[in-house]
C-alpha cells in the first residue's frame, strides 16, 4: 500500500474541486429546471443539447476558431514584446524608471478605452488580435519585471564584483531567475488572450466568439450565449492547463 | 534646481510623453480627419469644452465601480470571515475562486446582462460577483497567515485561536492581520472594477463614460469617444495610484 | 480602624485584583512539578522523534529556574508543554495542582518568546493591553501604564513596534507576558536576538522586575553566564532525547549585580557549569 503524503493530498484536492463543480453544476440545472433565475439561466443539459446541434455546432465552432487564432496571435505577440521590453530595461537601466511608470499606467488604462485607438491604428479586423496581445503583454511584462526584482541581491554581488556585462548577466543570471515568474505571468495570460480577443472582436470584427456572445445577447438566443461563454472559458482553460503542465515538467528541469 | 527636477520627471515619464507624441505624429503623418482619429489637442479640448457633461458621466461611472467594489469586498470579508470558523467553506469557494480567476469574466458580461435585465443596477451587479472572489481570496489567506508565535501567545491567554469560539483571537489578531491583504486585493482589482463598469456601460448601460464612448462613435464625434476614453484611463490610473498609496502606507505599519 | 476599613472593601469586592493578590501572599505563586514528562514527535512515513526523554523536577513556588541545554535538545519543547502549548506524551505536569491546559483558561501563564511576537499595527500600549482583551476582561489601563513604567518605556507608549529596538520590543514583549499577573512565567530566549551588552543590561532588568513580585518563573538560555546570574537553579538538558542531566542550586546573594559577576563564587558556578555543558555537547551520540 502506498500512501505517501504527495497522493493523497492531491486526492483530496481533486476531491474539492469534484465536489465544488458537482455541486455548482447540480445546483446549476436545477436552477434551471425550475427556472429560478427566469428564462435567462436554462438547465445546463438544455444547453448542452444545443450546442450539439448540427447548424448551432458549426456556428460555434466556426467563432471559436476565429476568436482562437486571435487569441493565440495575440499571445504570442504580446508574450514575446512584453518579455522583451522588460529585459531592455534591465538592459539599459536609465530606461527602467520610465518603464515601470509606463507599465503600471498603460496597466491601469481599461481594455475597452483602446478599443476607439485601435480601430483607426490597425483596423476592425485586427483589433481582436490586438487587444489580446496587449491584454497579454501587460501580465507578461509585470511577471518579468516582478521576477528580475526577485534576483536575489546575492548574485547582484556576483555580477558586479565579476564585472559581467549587462548583457550576459541578464542571459545567465536574471532572466534564469525570473523564469518561474514569467511562466506565471504566462498562465494568467492565457486568460488575458481570450479576454482581450473577445473584447476586441465588439468594436466592429466581422465574426468571432465575441461578436455572438453581443448578437445573442441583444437577440435574447440564451442557448447560444451560454454555449459561447462557455467555449470560451474551455478555451482559457485549456491555455491555463497548458501552461500549467509546462510549468511542472519544465520548470524542475531547469533545476526550479 | 529646475533642470535637476525637469530630468527627474523626464526619466519618469518619458514613456508617457512618447505615447502622447506618437499619437501626434501618427495623426499629423497620416493627414487624418478628426472624424477619423483625433489629434490629442481636439481631444482635450472636447474634454474642456464639454467638461460639466464629462465629470457628470464620468462620477457615474466612478460610482458604479466603488460601488460594486465595495459590495464585492465586504461580500467577499464576510463570507471569508465564515469560511474561517467553519473551513469546509472554503474547501468547496477556494477552488472555484481559483477556477474563476482563470475564466475571461468581463467577456461574459452579456450574460449576466441577460440574467438580471439592462441597467445600472446590473453594472453593480457584475461589478460586485467580480470583485467578490478576489476579496475572499486575499482576506481568507490573510486571516490564516498569522504567524505561529502570536498564535502561541494567544493560546497561553487560554484564547481560543479557532472557530465560534476563537472570535476575540479572529476580533484581535487574525482580522488585523489581514488588513495589507485587503489592501493587495483592492489595489489589484481598483483597474479591474473599473474596467468592468465601463464594459458594462458599454454594452447595455444608458450613461457612464463605457456609454459615452460607444455613443459619440456612432454620433460621428470622435474627439468625444477619445476624450471619453481618455478621461476612464485617467480615472483608472487615477485608482490604481490612490490604492497603491493606501497600500504603501499601511503595509508599513504592519511590518514588525 | 484601618484593618476595618480594608475588609469592608474587600467585602464589597472593591480591591483591585493586584492588592487582592498581595494580601493573599503565597497564592500569587504556584509550585511546578513534571513527573516522567516525555513528548514524542510522529513525522510523516511513521518515523519519530523523541524530543524529551522522563524529566522529573518540582519547582517551588516564586523560584526562578534556568534551563540550558545544547541545541535541539527540547528546552523548547520542555517549556511548551508546561504552557499548554503541547501535550506530553507520557507523564504529568502540575501547575498548583492544576493542568496547563486548566491553568491557562485561567489566564495564570505568561509567556514571552524570542521572537517578541508583538502584534505590528498595536503601538506599544495596546500591544500590553492586548492579554486583557483576549481574555475578555476589561482593560486595565493603571495596570497597563505601570507596566509600561515597569519595563521603562513610558515614553513610548504610541510607539509602534517597528519605531522601537530589538530590546525595547523585548521589553514591551516581557511587560505583555505580565499583563494579567501570572503566577507562573515562561520565558523562551527572550534575549536570544539581542547583543551581548543589551543582553546584560536586559538581565539586570529582568531581575528587578522578577524581584518585585516573585513568581515562578523558567528561562531557556544559551548563556550560561545568563542563567547563574539570573535563577535559583540551573538545569543542564542533555542532548535529544532531552533529559535532566545535572540540577545545579545558585545560592548568590540577592540582589544580584555586575558586581556578583566579578566574585570567585559566581566565576567557579560559571565554569562548573560550562564544562558540564560542553561535556554533555561532547558526549552526544552522532545526530
Ligand atoms: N512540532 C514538531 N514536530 C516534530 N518535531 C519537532 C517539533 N518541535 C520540535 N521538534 C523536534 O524536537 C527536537 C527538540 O526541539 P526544541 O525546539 O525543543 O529544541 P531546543 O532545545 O529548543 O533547541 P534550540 O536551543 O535550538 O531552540 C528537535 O529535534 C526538533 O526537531
Ligand atoms: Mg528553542
Given at each position: 500500500?502506498?500512501?505517501?503524503?504527495?497522493?493523497?493530498?492531491?486526492?483530496?484536492?481533486?476531491?474539492?474541486?469534484?465536489?465544488?463543480?458537482?455541486?455548482?453544476?447540480?445546483?446549476?440545472?436545477?436552477?434551471?429546471?425550475?427556472?429560478?433565475?427566469?428564462?435567462?439561466?436554462?438547465?445546463?443539459?438544455?444547453?448542452?443539447?444545443?450546442?450539439?446541434?448540427?447548424?448551432?455546432?458549426?456556428?460555434?465552432?466556426?467563432?471559436?476558431?476565429?476568436?482562437?487564432?486571435?487569441?493565440?496571435?495575440?499571445?504570442?505577440?504580446?508574450?514575446?514584446?512584453?518579455?522583451?521590453?522588460?529585459?531592455?530595461?534591465?538592459?539599459?537601466?536609465?530606461?527602467?524608471?520610465?518603464?515601470?511608470?509606463?507599465?503600471?499606467?498603460?496597466?491601469?488604462?481599461?481594455?475597452?478605452?483602446?478599443?476607439?485607438?485601435?480601430?483607426?491604428?490597425?483596423?476592425?479586423?485586427?483589433?481582436?488580435?490586438?487587444?489580446?496581445?496587449?491584454?497579454?503583454?501587460?501580465?507578461?511584462?509585470?511577471?518579468?519585471?516582478?521576477?528580475?526584482?526577485?534576483?536575489?541581491?546575492?548574485?547582484?554581488?556576483?555580477?558586479?564584483?565579476?564585472?559581467?556585462?549587462?548583457?550576459?548577466?541578464?542571459?545567465?543570471?536574471?532572466?534564469?531567475?525570473?523564469?518561474?515568474?514569467?511562466?506565471?505571468?504566462?498562465?494568467?495570460?492565457?486568460?488575458?488572450?481570450?479576454?482581450?480577443?473577445?473584447?476586441?472582436?465588439?468594436?466592429?470584427?466581422?465574426?468571432?466568439?465575441?461578436?455572438?456572445?453581443?448578437?445573442?445577447?441583444?437577440?435574447?438566443?440564451?442557448?447560444?450565449?451560454?454555449?459561447?461563454?462557455?467555449?470560451?472559458?474551455?478555451?482559457?482553460?485549456?491555455?491555463?492547463?497548458?501552461?500549467?503542465?509546462?510549468?511542472?515538467?519544465?520548470?524542475?528541469?531547469?533545476?526550479? | 534646481?529646475?533642470?535637476?527636477?525637469?530630468?527627474?520627471?523626464?526619466?519618469?515619464?518619458?514613456?508617457?510623453?512618447?505615447?502622447?507624441?506618437?499619437?501626434?505624429?501618427?495623426?499629423?503623418?497620416?493627414?487624418?480627419?478628426?472624424?477619423?482619429?483625433?489629434?490629442?489637442?481636439?481631444?482635450?479640448?472636447?474634454?474642456?469644452?464639454?467638461?460639466?457633461?464629462?465629470?457628470?458621466?464620468?462620477?457615474?461611472?466612478?460610482?458604479?465601480?466603488?460601488?460594486?467594489?465595495?459590495?464585492?469586498?465586504?461580500?467577499?470579508?464576510?463570507?471569508?470571515?465564515?469560511?474561517?470558523?467553519?473551513?469546509?467553506?472554503?474547501?468547496?469557494?477556494?477552488?472555484?475562486?481559483?477556477?474563476?480567476?482563470?475564466?475571461?469574466?468581463?467577456?461574459?458580461?452579456?450574460?449576466?446582462?441577460?440574467?438580471?435585465?439592462?441597467?445600472?443596477?446590473?453594472?453593480?451587479?457584475?461589478?460586485?460577483?467580480?470583485?467578490?472572489?478576489?476579496?475572499?481570496?486575499?482576506?481568507?489567506?490573510?486571516?490564516?497567515?498569522?504567524?505561529?508565535?502570536?498564535?502561541?501567545?494567544?493560546?497561553?491567554?487560554?484564547?481560543?485561536?479557532?472557530?465560534?469560539?476563537?472570535?476575540?483571537?479572529?476580533?484581535?489578531?487574525?482580522?488585523?492581520?489581514?488588513?495589507?491583504?485587503?489592501?493587495?486585493?483592492?489595489?489589484?482589482?481598483?483597474?479591474?472594477?473599473?474596467?468592468?463598469?465601463?464594459?458594462?456601460?458599454?454594452?447595455?448601460?444608458?450613461?457612464?463614460?463605457?456609454?459615452?464612448?460607444?455613443?459619440?462613435?456612432?454620433?460621428?464625434?470622435?474627439?468625444?469617444?477619445?476624450?471619453?476614453?481618455?478621461?476612464?484611463?485617467?480615472?483608472?490610473?487615477?485608482?490604481?495610484?490612490?490604492?497603491?498609496?493606501?497600500?504603501?502606507?499601511?503595509?508599513?505599519?504592519?511590518?514588525? | 480602624?484601618?484593618?476595618?476599613?480594608?475588609?469592608?472593601?474587600?467585602?464589597?469586592?472593591?480591591?483591585?485584583?493586584?492588592?487582592?493578590?498581595?494580601?493573599?501572599?503565597?497564592?500569587?505563586?504556584?509550585?511546578?512539578?513534571?513527573?516522567?514528562?516525555?513528548?514524542?514527535?510522529?513525522?510523516?512515513?511513521?518515523?519519530?522523534?523523541?524530543?524529551?526523554?522522563?524529566?522529573?523536577?518540582?519547582?517551588?513556588?516564586?523560584?526562578?529556574?534556568?534551563?540550558?541545554?545544547?541545541?535541539?535538545?527540547?528546552k523548547s519543547t520542555l517549556l511548551r508543554m508546561v504552557a499548554g502549548?503541547?501535550?506530553?506524551?507520557?507523564?504529568?505536569?502540575?501547575?498548583?495542582?492544576?493542568?496547563?491546559?486548566?491553568?491557562?483558561?485561567?489566564?495564570?501563564?505568561?509567556?514571552?518568546?524570542?521572537?517578541?511576537?508583538?502584534?505590528?499595527?498595536?503601538?506599544?500600549?495596546?500591544?500590553?493591553?492586548?492579554?486583557?482583551?483576549?481574555?475578555?476582561?476589561?482593560?486595565?489601563?493603571?495596570?497597563?501604564?505601570?507596566?509600561?513604567?515597569?519595563?521603562?518605556?513610558?515614553?513610548?507608549?504610541?510607539?509602534?513596534?517597528?519605531?522601537?529596538?530589538?530590546?525595547?520590543?523585548?521589553?514591551?514583549?516581557?511587560?505583555?507576558a505580565l499583563a494579567l499577573e501570572p503566577q507562573v512565567l515562561i520565558?523562551?530566549?527572550?534575549?536570544?536576538?539581542?547583543?551581548?551588552?543589551?543582553?546584560?543590561?536586559?538581565?539586570?532588568?529582568?531581575?528587578?522586575?522578577?524581584?518585585?513580585?516573585?513568581?515562578?518563573?523558567?528561562?531557556?538560555t544559551h548563556s550560561v553566564e545568563e542563567a547563574v546570574f539570573l535563577?535559583?537553579?540551573?538545569?543542564?538538558?542533555?542532548?535529544?532525547?532531552?533529559?535532566?542531566?545535572?540540577?545545579?542550586?545558585?545560592?548568590?546573594?540577592?540582589?544580584?549585580?555586575?558586581?556578583?559577576?566579578?566574585?570567585?563564587?559566581?566565576?567557579?558556578?560559571?565554569?562548573?557549569?560550562?564544562?558540564?555543558?560542553?561535556?554533555?555537547?561532547?558526549?552526544?551520540?552522532?545526530?
Amino acid at each position: 500500500m502506498y500512501v505517501g503524503t504527495c497522493p493523497v493530498n492531491f486526492i483530496s484536492e481533486a476531491l474539492k474541486w469534484v465536489v465544488g463543480l458537482g455541486m455548482l453544476f447540480v445546483l446549476w440545472e436545477v436552477a434551471g429546471q425550475q427556472s429560478w433565475l427566469g428564462k435567462a439561466l436554462p438547465p445546463l443539459s438544455s444547453i448542452v443539447s444545443y450546442a450539439m446541434e448540427p447548424r448551432s455546432y458549426e456556428l460555434l465552432m466556426r467563432s471559436a476558431s476565429i476568436t482562437a487564432s486571435n487569441a493565440l496571435y495575440g499571445f504570442l505577440i504580446g508574450s514575446i514584446v512584453g518579455w522583451a521590453i522588460a529585459c531592455s530595461g534591465q538592459i539599459w537601466p536609465p530606461m527602467k524608471k520610465g518603464l515601470d511608470t509606463l507599465s503600471t499606467f498603460v496597466n491601469a488604462i481599461p481594455l475597452i478605452a483602446l478599443g476607439p485607438l485601435l480601430i483607426v491604428t490597425v483596423g476592425e479586423q485586427s483589433t481582436p488580435m490586438a487587444t489580446a496581445a496587449l491584454a497579454v503583454f501587460f501580465t507578461v511584462f509585470v511577471a518579468v519585471l516582478g521576477g528580475f526584482e526577485r534576483v536575489p541581491s546575492v548574485h547582484d554581488d556576483v555580477i558586479r564584483t565579476y564585472g559581467v556585462t549587462r548583457w550576459r548577466a541578464l542571459c545567465f543570471i536574471e532572466f534564469p531567475n525570473a523564469l518561474p515568474s514569467l511562466i506565471d505571468g504566462l498562465k494568467l495570460g492565457a486568460s488575458s488572450a481570450v479576454l482581450g480577443a473577445i473584447l476586441g472582436e465588439w468594436f466592429g470584427a466581422p465574426a468571432g466568439l465575441g461578436v455572438l456572445i453581443v448578437s445573442a445577447m441583444q437577440n435574447f438566443q440564451i442557448n447560444l450565449l451560454w454555449s459561447a461563454a462557455f467555449l470560451g472559458t474551455a478555451m482559457s482553460g485549456i491555455g491555463f492547463f497548458v501552461l500549467a503542465l509546462l510549468q511542472q515538467k519544465l520548470l524542475p528541469r531547469l533545476g526550479w | 534646481m529646475v533642470r535637476q527636477s525637469l530630468s527627474r520627471i523626464w526619466s519618469r515619464y518619458w514613456g508617457i510623453f512618447l505615447l502622447v507624441g506618437l499619437w501626434q505624429l501618427f495623426v499629423s503623418v497620416n493627414n487624418l480627419n478628426t472624424i477619423v482619429a483625433p489629434s490629442p489637442q481636439a481631444v482635450v479640448l472636447s474634454l474642456l469644452n464639454n467638461a460639466d457633461y464629462f465629470a457628470a458621466e464620468a462620477l457615474r461611472t466612478t460610482l458604479t465601480a466603488s460601488g460594486g467594489l465595495a459590495l464585492g469586498l465586504l461580500l467577499g470579508f464576510v463570507i471569508a470571515c465564515l469560511s474561517w470558523t467553519a473551513p469546509s467553506l472554503s474547501g468547496v469557494l477556494t477552488p472555484m475562486a481559483l477556477l474563476i480567476r482563470s475564466i475571461p469574466i468581463v467577456a461574459f458580461v452579456p450574460i449576466i446582462v441577460r440574467v438580471a435585465g439592462y441597467g445600472t443596477h446590473t453594472v453593480l451587479i457584475v461589478t460586485t460577483f467580480l470583485s467578490f472572489f478576489p476579496c475572499y481570496v486575499f482576506a481568507l489567506s490573510g486571516f490564516q497567515e498569522v504567524a505561529q508565535v502570536r498564535k502561541d501567545f494567544c493560546c497561553s491567554l487560554g484564547c481560543s485561536t479557532s472557530g465560534f469560539r476563537g472570535w476575540r483571537f479572529f476580533r484581535h489578531v487574525a482580522m488585523p492581520s489581514a488588513v495589507p491583504n485587503i489592501l493587495t486585493a483592492l489595489r489589484l482589482l481598483a483597474p479591474t472594477a473599473l474596467l468592468v463598469a465601463l464594459v458594462a456601460e458599454f454594452l447595455i448601460g444608458t450613461d457612464g463614460l463605457g456609454y459615452v464612448m460607444i455613443r459619440a462613435r456612432s454620433d460621428m464625434e470622435m474627439d468625444k469617444s477619445w476624450a471619453a476614453a481618455l478621461l476612464a484611463s485617467a480615472l483608472s490610473v487615477l485608482f490604481f495610484v490612490i490604492f497603491s498609496y493606501l497600500d504603501k502606507k499601511y503595509r508599513n505599519n504592519w511590518q514588525a | 480602624m484601618m484593618s476595618n476599613l480594608h475588609d469592608v472593601i474587600r467585602l464589597e469586592g472593591f480591591l483591585s485584583r493586584q492588592e487582592v493578590c498581595m494580601e493573599a501572599g503565597n497564592q500569587s505563586t504556584s509550585d511546578i512539578v513534571l513527573e516522567g514528562v516525555r513528548k514524542r514527535f510522529e513525522l510523516a512515513k511513521g518515523q519519530v522523534i523523541d524530543a524529551v526523554e522522563h524529566v522529573d523536577l518540582n519547582i517551588a513556588g516564586g523560584e526562578f529556574i534556568a534551563l540550558i541545554g545544547p541545541s535541539g535538545c527540547g528546552k523548547s519543547t520542555l517549556l511548551r508543554m508546561v504552557a499548554g502549548l503541547e501535550t506530553p506524551s507520557h507523564g504529568q505536569i502540575k501547575i498548583a495542582g492544576q493542568t496547563p491546559n486548566e491553568c491557562i483558561k485561567q489566564q495564570k501563564l505568561g509567556i514571552a518568546m524570542q521572537e517578541h511576537g508583538l502584534m505590528p499595527w498595536l503601538s506599544a500600549w495596546d500591544n500590553i493591553a492586548l492579554p486583557f482583551r483576549l481574555a475578555g476582561l476589561p482593560v486595565d489601563i493603571d495596570r497597563v501604564h505601570e507596566l509600561l513604567a515597569l519595563v521603562g518605556l513610558d515614553e513610548f507608549a504610541n510607539a509602534l513596534p517597528k519605531q522601537l529596538s530589538g530590546g525595547m520590543k523585548q521589553r514591551v514583549s516581557i511587560a505583555r507576558a505580565l499583563a494579567l499577573e501570572p503566577q507562573v512565567l515562561i520565558l523562551d530566549e527572550p534575549f536570544g536576538a539581542l547583543d551581548a551588552v543589551t543582553r546584560r543590561l536586559m538581565n539586570n532588568e529582568l531581575q528587578r522586575i522578577w524581584s518585585r513580585k516573585p513568581t515562578t518563573t523558567i528561562l531557556v538560555t544559551h548563556s550560561v553566564e545568563e542563567a547563574v546570574f539570573l535563577a535559583d537553579r540551573v538545569c543542564l538538558m542533555s542532548p535529544r532525547p532531552g533529559r535532566l542531566a545535572l540540577v545545579e542550586p545558585i545560592t548568590l546573594e540577592r540582589p544580584r549585580s555586575l558586581e556578583t559577576m566579578q566574585t570567585a563564587e559566581f566565576r567557579n558556578l560559571l565554569a562548573k557549569l560550562t564544562a558540564a555543558l560542553d561535556e554533555v555537547c561532547m558526549s552526544a551520540p552522532a545526530q
